[in-house]
């Protein structure tokens, strides 16, 4: 499934982004979709998912409490509330999905094989 990020940029230390990610309205219903960043250097690491249903959500720890994933049906995007940004978080956030059961409450552990192109975000002190 073809996904596209978007929200990225360059945000003072302490500030907010949102990120968004649209995926095509036929598959959306279908999908887990988390959120993933990389850093210059460092691998690529889960950051935050949500199961498809809306009703299991996983955080990474550095990210709890500060983040918020989300799923707008209406619009078929997927949103991470991003809040309290520090210069650590500077990363290329890249969306990911996977088709789901219905009944698999499943985040973080998913083989995602969809992947949208990522957007920058960039934290300054």
């Known amino acids: 499934v073809q996904l596209q990020a978007s929200g990225g940029g360059l945000v003072q230390a302490g500030g907010s982004l949102r990120l968004s990610c649209a995926a095509p309205?036929?598959?959306?219903?279908?999908?887990?979709m988390a959120w993933f960043r990389q850093a210059p250097g460092k691998d690529r690491e889960f950051v935050a998912g949500?199961?498809?249903?809306?009703?299991?959500?996983e955080y990474s720890d550095s990210v709890q409490g500060r983040f918020t994933i989300s799923k707008e049906s209406a619009r078929h995007t997927f949103y991470l509330q991003m809040n309290s940004l520090k210069p650590e978080d500077t990363a290329v956030y890249f969306c990911?999905?996977?088709?789901?059961?219905?009944?698999?409450?499943?985040?973080?552990?998913?083989?995602?094989?969809?992947w949208g192109p990522g957007t920058q975000v960039t934290v300054s002190s």
């Open positions: 990911a999905a996977r088709r789901q059961i219905l009944t698999d409450t499943r985040v973080r552990t998913l083989e995602y094989d969809s």
């Open positions: 949500i199961n498809r249903r809306g009703i299991a959500t």
């Open positions: 309205r036929r598959a959306f219903s279908d999908y887990a």
